[in-house]
């Protein structure tokens, strides 16, 4: 997906707009206070020229946090392939924090405001997440291997969730949470994770070869199953 195409005062309603819809919700947001907000007339139609709605307005931003997405997992397992766990985590936290950053107003509406917002936007943020969980559960079966008897699908999910729910947590309050700024927090659960895929790793390779190809058929139909 490439980046949407981008027009100066488009951005300007997209930047205005966000920022309303985290401070006065969406509902409560109107084209008039959009409009005067970016620098228009209030309530001379100026906004009409680029969106045809508010909902419109929100899944233009939308989509262009979805191109972001797709970038990113374009992006990721090139720039991951480093050949040492420890040092890809960091680099797959220093990604997300990036990208969390590019996106953070949308990202705070999306969230604060999941109830209010157009269906549609919810079903493509919830699209991007799965796209996340996907990413993550590829590179975790590669770092694991074949003999592994770890429930990849439900482990990749705690990998990118508790990175994920930490940077949400940031750029939602403004504050990280019992104060434990990011870098701590990345080298933590760098650290974290390295110890578990090191751990299963062990594990797998003390496993007698026939008990390693039962478990990774089993792995084969857990996966068959879910999908």
């Known amino acids: 997906m490439t980046l949407p195409q981008r027009h100066p005062t488009r951005d300007v309603l997209i ?7 985290s401070a006065e919700g969406y509902r409560g947001t109107t084209i008039r206070k959009i409009e005067e907000a970016a620098g228009l007339t209030p309530g001379a139609g100026g906004m009409y020229r680029h969106f045809r709605s508010k909902e419109e307005l929100l899944l233009a931003a939308v989509d262009r946090y979805r191109a ?7 992006r990721a397992p090139e720039v991951m392939a480093l050949g040492d766990v420890r040092a890809e ?3 797959a936290a220093k990604l997300s924090r990036e990208f969390n950053e590019r996106n953070d107003a949308l990202l ?11 269906k549609k936007a919810q079903r493509y943020f919830q699209d991007a997440w799965e796209e996340g969980y996907t990413l993550y559960a590829r590179w975790l079966a590669t770092r694991l291997g074949p003999g592994t008897d770890v429930d990849i699908e439900a482990a990749a999910i705690q990998l990118f969730g508790s990175l994920a729910h930490y940077q949400v947590q940031v750029e939602t309050f403004d504050h990280p949470p019992l ?8 080298v933590a659960w760098a650290d974290h994770w390295t110890a578990f895929i090191t751990a299963a790793r062990d594990a797998a390779a003390r496993t007698p070869p026939a008990e390693r190809r ?3 058929a089993a792995a084969r139909r857990r996966h068959r199953q879910r999908r």
Request: avoid cysteine.
């Open 179 to 186: 104060a434990v700024e990011v870098d701590r927090y990345s």
């Open 214 to 216: 039962a478990a990774a």
């Open 108 to 118: 705070r509406v999306l969230i604060l405001e999941q109830r209010a917002i157009p």
């Open 15 to 21: 930047r205005a707009a966000l920022a309303l819809f």
């Open 89 to 91: 985590l960091l680099v």
């Open 68 to 74: 972001d997405v797709a970038s990113f997992i374009a």
